[in-house]
């Protein structure tokens, strides 16, 4: 099992005014060694991602809120030194579950207007104590734009810090 802490936001040349959203993240995870040092890891999350902004107007500030859950495939490949860190990178694919905007005590469900899936590149460490339980940070890289037509450049940035793990210790 893993589970931490998601700080999401919306980037690129059209996400303009968007800041960092907290949301969780939660799963598991299989591990498998390839050598004894390097091993691969598929994982499946829930993921809440999403981004906020703040709109100034003549009568004050108002925060809007765009919140994107997906499941999340990444298959991170990893390096592990006998001390117990690692580093990891791999490839990872998200299916768009929910997209809500929120404002103003107000919710619109705007599922349609973005892809149902997302394609990232996750680069990430982490460590492994011999009992099992670990610590990793890891940041997730956006490749694929959000928006259902195509012709917004935003996609989605996301840095993972959580806890881990491993049923029966290191490996």
Known sequence: PKAGLNLANITGSDADGAKIQAGLYAGAFARFGLTESIK????????????KSEESFEG???TANIHLNYIAIPVMFQ????SGFFAETGPQVGFLMSAKFKAEGESEDIKD?????DFSWGL??????????GIN?????GLSKLDEAGESNIKNGVIQVGLFYTLGGAE
């Not at 390096?79 to 006998?82: F, I, N, R, V």
């Not at 207007?113 to 899936?117: D, N, P, V």
């Open 79 to 82: 390096y592990h030194t006998a």
């Open 40 to 51: 691969i890891q598929p994982e499946l999350l829930f993921s809440a991602q999403g981004a």
């Open 124 to 133: 990430g460490a982490g460590y492994q104590l011999a009992n099992g339980l």
């Open 113 to 117: 207007s973005f892809k149902k899936t």
């Open 60 to 62: 004050g500030t108002y």
């Open 137 to 141: 940070a890891r940041y997730n890289f």
